[in-house]
């Protein structure tokens, strides 16, 4: 899949991609990492959904929200860089909004809402049909090529877009700012059901996170990598990458 793949813009210069059915192996099949990305396990994505080519920027929340909490505000283009300093709560007013505003808006012949991915559909986007660590290799020497990270970020977030894409077309996921999902933190992958659907547990207060951050190692970055938050947690290294779910499933591609 490439960005000739089906797909719409919004009203901030977002572009969302579609993502179609399929199945993968989440996790870590090659059994060298931690025990959070064990056990790994087959998982059925059967209902397509678009996805950010990109995170949610600055300019983005600041139209929604009328306020900008990040902390990378310096510079005539830090409007392009991702929002950060937001709680997982702060993300579900955000789309909440989003959602009051497009209700009925019709987009390739559907209506459908806004909402965080689940961490089976990040996984699934990041790898791109690849199993390796990332969809370029099992090495990180290609890393600066597609992301930023605490070895080339210069300590801060970056404008959204300037690194190389993953196969399928997405921006920016390895690296620069961690992506809430809608998952429930578990400590392993015992008792996940195989489905793109959530992970929740009510007796659980964290959320879960993906794709490391400006500052994290390249380790944090790789495809399977996970990583968890109070949902209350603002964090300048976390920030979000929008769904879009059509009420019909039966996109035509």
């Not at 700012?177 to 009510?202: F, K, N």
Request: proline fraction near 6%.
């Amino acid at each position: 899949m490439s960005t000739q793949r089906p797909f719409f813009e919004d009203d901030f210069g977002g572009k969302y991609l579609l993502v179609e059915p399929g199945s993968f192996v989440m996790g870590d099949a090659l059994g060298n990492g931690p025990k959070s990305e064990r056990p790994p396990h087959e998982v059925t994505i059967s209902d397509p959904f678009f996805f950010g080519e990109r995170p949610v920027t600055q300019a983005h929340w600041q139209s929604i929200m009328d306020e900008n909490p990040s902390k990378f505000t310096d510079g005539w283009a830090a409007g392009l860089r991702p929002v950060e300093m937001i709680s997982w709560l702060d993300a579900q007013s955000f789309i909440n909004r989003l959602n009051e505003r497009d209700g009925n808006s019709v987009r390739l012949g559907f209506t459908g809402e806004w909402r965080l991915p689940t961490e089976a559909e990040w996984e699934y986007a990041a790898r791109a049909g690849t199993s390796s660590r990332w969809p370029f290799g099992d090495r990180d020497s290609e890393l600066n090529d597609y992301g930023w990270h605490a070895g080339n970020s210069g300590a801060s977030t970056r404008e959204v877009g300037q690194k190389k894409a993953n196969p399928w077309g997405f921006l920016d996921l390895f690296g620069q700012t961690g992506e809430w999902c809608q998952d429930d933190h578990a400590a392993t992958y015992v008792g996940h059901s195989g489905s793109q659907q959530p992970h929740l547990d009510g007796e659980s207060h964290r959320k879960i996170h993906r794709g490391g951050s400006w500052f994290t190692e390249s380790d944090s970055t790789r495809s399977r990598a996970r990583a968890s938050a109070p949902a209350t947690q603002r964090s300048d290294g976390i920030g979000l990458r929008l769904v879009w779910a059509p009420r019909n499933a039966e996109v035509p591609t």
